[in-house]
Every structure is written in C-alpha cells, then in structure tokens.
C-alpha cells in the first residue's frame, strides 16, 4: 500500500513539473507588434531592420511600403530597435500584451543630406505672361507642372548644382542652371521663348542706302548677344525690313546685306555660332506702320529675331 502511494505521489510531482516545462517553453498567449516606418517626408522606408534588443533572433525589416510585423512576441517590456544605413537609428520602449497587436508607426531621420527648395515663375519671355509648363530637375529626375500662375515648387532637393529643363507646348525647350544651398530656397523667374515670336531691336541704325552698321547701334546687338548666349537653346531667323522709298529688288537687296551684317557682328564681336543665325532680307514686303509717314516709315526700317521652331 506504501509502494502504491509513494508511486502515486511520485506521478503528481512529474505531472507538475512537467506542466511547468510547458508552460516555460512559450506554449502561452504570446503578443505581436506592427506598423509603418517612413522618412521625415511620409515617403516609405524600405529594407529597415526592425529587431527586439537582446534578443537576437527575433528580426524583421520592412517592405517597399515601409510595413512590418513582428509577431510571437512574449508579453512584458522590450526595446525595439529600427536601423538601416543612411538613417539615423532609434530605439523605442514598449509593452506586449499577450493575445493583443500593438501598433507602433516610427518616422526616421536621414543622416548627412543637406537638402533646400527650388521655386519659381515660367513666363513668355516677350509678354510675360505667366505658363503651364513641365518643369525637370534632369539629374534627380524629378518634374512637376508649374499652374495657370506659372508657379513652380520643388521640396527637400539636395544641396548641389543641377540643371532645369522647362518644357511648354509650342514653345522652344529651356535649360537653366540652378544653385540648391542647404536650408534655402531658390527662386528662379524663368522665361522661355515662343516659336515663331519676334523681337524688334529698337535701336540699330545704318549709314544711309547702305548695310555699314553706326556705332550707337552696338549696344543693342550686345544686348541681343547676351540673349543668345544666355539662351543657347534658340536659333533666330536675322530679318531685315526697308521702308518702300525705292525699288523692290533694291529694298530687298540692302535688307538682306543688312540681316548679314548684324549676323556678322555677333559672329565676329560674339563669337555667337553661325549655324544659329539665318539671315533673311525681307525688304518693304513687312511693313509694321505706314509707309505714308515718316514716322512710319522709319518703324519700318528695321532688324528682328524671329525664334525658329525647336530641332526635332
């Protein structure tokens, strides 16, 4: 009977102890943790490892849209740790709670990149008026569409040097180089031009009857130089206009040797490249005023660039 109770008794204690090792081997209500991980622009952060402090098993990193999820967690008090090159790492308290999920959305900062901000105004560059127009950052690969103001903004760019391209339809494509200082904006007013517009140059005078072009008219075609070479995109059509005093042939005759003689000094002056130059004498077969008046006549006697169309 002692031998029957002993092995008894001897039952009940494996049976304790052996539901004490089953419980010690997690087999209880285990908790989980979950959440989103973005930069300081709300943009998910991918390839994040997410690891529970001290225990190095228990690892996950986020997907390209920034989720994770570490589950089988045991309740009680843990760190969570969010790493990942290029970002400064964090460590965050928290509690599990067996049979529960907890929520746990983090924001990590980036290290080392110094970024400001690119804003601005596309405008016709003869009327001023304001355009929608693509805008690119070409190295970032980054556009946006400037509105009905023409009004531009580009946020968080790196600090550096790059190159705006601004793209309207029917206008002549624009390519600007940009400045980007850490912790400021830059603001560009960018003005492009239209296809097939004209510019007068009020200003130019030659000697009478004849295409030798009179100091004061330099200047202007310095003026015009600098067009050009700030604005390497265009090629203009160089046109010459008379009055009607004479004949046809010889009006058109002297505004075609004085279209070559503007297109000569900004060659030789400028060192501006032929091929953007087209001279084209056109005569008294444009007239902008009345050739009746001498007023007229005299709006008549003039130089223009006419912006050719962008090369396909």
């Known amino acids: 009977m002692n031998r029957i109770f002993a092995l008894f008794l001897s039952f009940v204690f494996c049976f304790f102890i052996s539901c004490a090792i089953f419980t010690s081997s997690g087999l209880v209500e285990v908790g989980s943790i979950y959440g989103f991980v973005n930069d300081e622009e709300y943009e998910p952060v991918e390839g994040v490892e997410v690891s529970v402090a001290g225990e190095g098993g228990m690892i996950t990193y986020t997907n390209s849209a920034g989720y994770y999820i570490l589950q089988d967690l045991p309740p009680g008090d843990l760190n969570l740790i969010f790493s990942r090159p290029g970002f400064e790492s964090k460590m965050i308290s928290c509690k599990v709670e067996a049979g529960k999920k907890l929520e746990l959305d983090q924001i990590l900062k980036r290290i080392g990149i110094k970024t400001g901000s690119i804003k601005g105004i596309i405008a016709d560059y003869i009327t001023n008026e304001p355009l929608v127009a693509e805008v690119t950052i070409i190295e970032l690969n980054r556009t946006v569409t400037s509105d009905k103001n023409g009004f531009f903004e580009f946020d968080n760019v790196p600090a550096g040097f790059y190159l705006l391209k601004v793209q309207a339809l029917n206008y002549v494509t624009s390519q600007t180089d940009i400045k980007v200082e850490s912790g400021k904006s830059t603001d560009q ?72 003689a503007v297109r000569d000094y900004l060659i030789d002056v400028h060192m501006i490249e032929p091929v953007r130059l087209i001279p084209v004498g056109y005569g008294e077969r444009r007239p902008i005023a009345d050739n009746a008046t001498e007023e007229g006549r005299k709006k008549n006697r003039r130089v223009e660039f006419l912006i050719l169309k962008e090369k396909e």
């Open 189 to 260: 007013m960018i003005r492009i031009f239209r296809e097939g517009s004209s510019i007068i140059l009020h200003g130019i005078e030659f000697e009478f009857n004849s295409a030798k072009l009179k100091p004061e008219s330099y200047p202007v075609l310095d003026d015009a130089a600098r067009i050009l070479t700030m604005h390497p995109e265009i090629d203009v059509e160089v046109q010459g206009h008379t009055d009607d005093i004479g004949s046809d042939a010889y009006n058109l005759r002297l505004s075609q040797k004085r279209a070559e």
